[in-house]
Each structure stands twice: as structure tokens, then as C-alpha cells.
């Protein structure tokens, strides 16, 4: 008898088999051997809700952790700094630094009522340390055990600018001075270039890009085998490839479509009807979860781009697109450009485009007029 549903179709949370990503995973983690001044110790990863940025940021946390490293989840919302001065290094420094010194003074009480405390001694002593004399001297504990900090930061296009350069800027003298830091954001990839334009953010611009690519049938086939096999449920072959054509590459698809696809078997190998019954449910879940909240800001004029897309079966001719909307050819690459940028659309050969997202022509086709 198969065990309970191992799919896991939610956001943020880590499937019980990483498909493909092993190698970002690794060159992380030689990285972090290699010493300050590895350019893979500061990361920064973009791709569209659903190609899993936040499991990444998980996993590359594991492997800090693993190594002894502390990691500290930078907040998405308030000001970095202050959040780091105030609250997150004063824990740490309470936890790691073993003459409890630095506790005493920045606390001036036990580590049970820490926040609390914490606050008392905020509005007694209006000075207080900043985030880099904290951080410095959390850094001098670790480098005695030959490790470091890893900061992570998700959601990295929805933080406050501003707090983000401040960061920044913190973060460079640590890079600057060899010290054993390590950064790994993660955001959506408009969001993130218009962050990346920001001037108090240049330095960032310098951290490894990694657009997370969509993931090849064979490590789709292999990690859902995995994951079925591993509950002790089956899975005929056929039955795996029907469910990776469901999936086209796409990590929360493979968690949906695995997920429905085990609950149509009820305990029975999985067949191809099974993985194919789950379309209805897949093109549903993804218009609502990835496809509208991708297309919320979009302007008028790409969304009639998209519209016009939408009555290809597969790739569009630009031209045909352009003549569609009544557009020049030129002003609809404006439009092309726009959506490329975006990662709605993707080049597709020579003039040419197609959607980059699965199940978004459907979605746009059950949009009405
Ligand atoms: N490499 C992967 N292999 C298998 N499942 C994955 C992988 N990456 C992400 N997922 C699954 O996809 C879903 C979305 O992942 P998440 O990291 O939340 O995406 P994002 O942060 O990019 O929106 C989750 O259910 C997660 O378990
Ligand atoms: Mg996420």
C-alpha cells in the first residue's frame, strides 16, 4: 500500500526530491571552500513564481549550514539595517559568542526574555551598536572555527530600495575586507532589474545572475519516479512521460501534477489517463497562482500583444502578430522586447516568439474579450 501524497504543491515549501539544481548547489558549496573572494558566494537568482527560488535559497542554506556556517534570513519588509542591529545579530552574538559579553551589553538580561529586553535597553541607551560593528564581531567568533555568515534575502524585488543599498553597502566592506560572508537573494526577474538600476545597489550587480531554467524531461522523469517510488507508490513509464509532458519543465507543476495524479490512482500504479486527467486542474491552478499575478502589471498594449499571440496554436510570426494588432513592425518589437524582458514570451527562432510560461495561451484564450 502507497504511503500518504509525497507531492508537495505549495510555494516556499521543499519537495521531498530536488530535481536537476544540483550543480548551482554545488558550485555554492565549493564557493564557500574556495575562500572570500569567490565570485559563486554572492548569488543572485531570478525566475518566474513557481521555478523555485525559494527552494534554492533552502537548499543553499543547508549547505551553509552543513559547513558550520550561520545564516541569517534577511526580513522582506522593515529596514534591513535596523532589523539587523536590533534584532537578528543580537541574537546570534547572545547564542554564539561564548563570553556572553556582548549578550550582557546588548541585552542587559537573560536570552528568554531577549525581545523584550531587548526593546528596555533600546529606549534606555539611544546609542547603540550598528549592524557592521555587530556583524564584524560576530565574524571574529565564527573565523575562529573557520566559518562565516550567509545572508539570505527572498523576495528580493519587493524589499524597500533604499534598505536594500544600505545592505548593500554593508555587505561590500565585508566582501572588501575578505571576510567570510555570503549572499544569496532571490526575486522575480523584472523586479530585480529595475532594483539592480538603483545606484546604491551597483555593487549587487557584481553577485553571480542565475535565471533558473525550466527543467529537462529526463530530471523531471527521474525526480517524480523518485518521489512516487519513495512512498512506495508506482508508476508505469508511460505513465511518467504523460506527466512530464504535463509539466513542461515547470518545478510547482511537477509538484501539482504529481499530486493529482496520485490522488486519481487511489493506491494504483500510475498510468498516462492518470497524469492526463490532472490538465483541467493544472491549466486552473496555474492561470490563478502564476498567470495573474504575472500578468497584473502588465501594460494594455503587451496584454493585446499576448491576446494576439493567443490565437497561434504554437510559435507566432512577429510579423503576423504586428499585422494582428495593426501595429508597425517596429513599434510591436517595443511590445516583443517588453515581454521577452518579462519572461512571458520567449524568442523562438527566427521571427518568431512563443509563450515562456505553460499554460499561458489557454489562460489568455479563457480570458474574455
Ligand atoms: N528543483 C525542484 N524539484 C522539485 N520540485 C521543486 C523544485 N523547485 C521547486 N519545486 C517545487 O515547486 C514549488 C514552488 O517552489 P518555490 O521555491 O516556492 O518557487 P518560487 O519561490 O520561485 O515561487 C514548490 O512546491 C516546490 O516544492
Ligand atoms: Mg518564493
Not at 496555474?286 to 510559435?315: K, S, T
Not at 510591436?332 to 512563443?354: K, M, W, Y
Request: charged share 25%.
Amino acid at each position: 500500500m502507497p504511503g500518504p501524497n509525497p507531492f508537495r504543491p505549495g510555494f516556499g515549501v521543499s519537495p521531498r526530491v530536488l530535481a536537476g539544481r544540483d550543480e548551482l548547489v554545488e558550485e555554492f558549496d565549493t564557493a564557500l571552500d574556495e575562500g572570500p573572494g569567490s565570485p559563486l558566494r554572492s548569488v543572485l537568482v531570478s525566475g518566474a513564481r513557481g521555478m523555485g527560488k525559494t527552494v534554492i535559497l533552502n537548499e543553499l542554506e543547508e549547505v551553509a549550514r552543513g559547513r558550520g556556517w550561520l545564516v541569517v534570513r534577511l526580513p522582506e519588509t522593515g529596514d534591513l539595517l535596523e532589523e539587523l542591529a536590533a534584532t537578528l545579530l543580537p541574537r546570534l552574538l547572545a547564542e554564539h559568542d561564548s563570553e556572553r559579553a556582548v549578550h550582557r551589553r546588548v541585552t542587559g538580561g537573560g536570552v528568554a526574555g531577549l525581545g523584550s529586553v531587548t526593546t528596555t535597553a533600546k529606549e534606555r541607551y539611544p546609542v547603540r551598536e550598528s549592524a557592521g560593528t555587530l556583524l564584524e564581531r560576530l565574524l571574529d567568533v565564527l573565523a575562529a572555527h573557520g566559518t562565516g555568515v550567509l545572508f539570505t534575502l527572498d523576495e528580493l524585488q519587493a524589499v524597500d530600495r533604499e534598505s536594500v543599498a544600505g545592505f548593500a553597502s554593508l555587505y561590500q566592506h565585508l566582501v572588501r575586507d575578505e571576510r567570510d560572508v555570503a549572499l544569496a537573494a532571490a526575486g522575480l526577474p523584472v523586479g530585480v532589474d529595475q532594483l539592480l538600476q538603483h545606484r546604491g545597489t551597483t555593487f549587487l550587480r557584481r553577485a553571480e545572475r542565475i535565471q533558473l531554467a525550466a527543467l529537462t524531461t529526463r530530471q523531471v522523469v527521474e525526480a517524480t519516479r523518485l518521489t512516487i517510488e519513495g512512498a512506495d507508490g508506482s508508476v508505469s513509464e508511460p505513465g511518467l512521460t504523460a506527466l512530464a509532458e504535463v509539466v513542461h519543465g515547470y518545478p510547482y507543476l511537477l509538484q501539482l501534477a504529481g499530486y493529482r495524479a496520485w490522488r486519481e490512482a487511489a493506491g494504483a500504479m500510475i498510468t498516462p489517463d492518470h497524469a492526463r486527467a490532472t490538465v483541467p486542474v493544472v491549466s486552473e491552478r496555474m492561470g490563478r497562482l502564476i498567470h495573474d499575478p504575472a500578468l497584473r502589471d502588465v501594460p494594455e498594449a503587451q496584454r493585446a500583444y499576448l491576446a494576439a499571440m493567443a490565437q497561434d496554436d504554437g510559435p507566432s510570426s512577429t510579423g503576423e502578430v504586428a499585422a494582428r494588432l495593426g501595429l508597425t513592425a517596429q513599434h510591436a518589437n517595443v511590445f516583443r522586447t517588453r515581454l521577452i524582458q518579462r519572461e512571458l514570451i520567449v524568442p523562438a527562432g527566427h521571427g518568431s516568439v512563443d509563450f515562456g510560461l505553460p499554460y499561458l495561451r489557454e489562460h489568455l484564450r479563457r480570458q474574455p474579450d
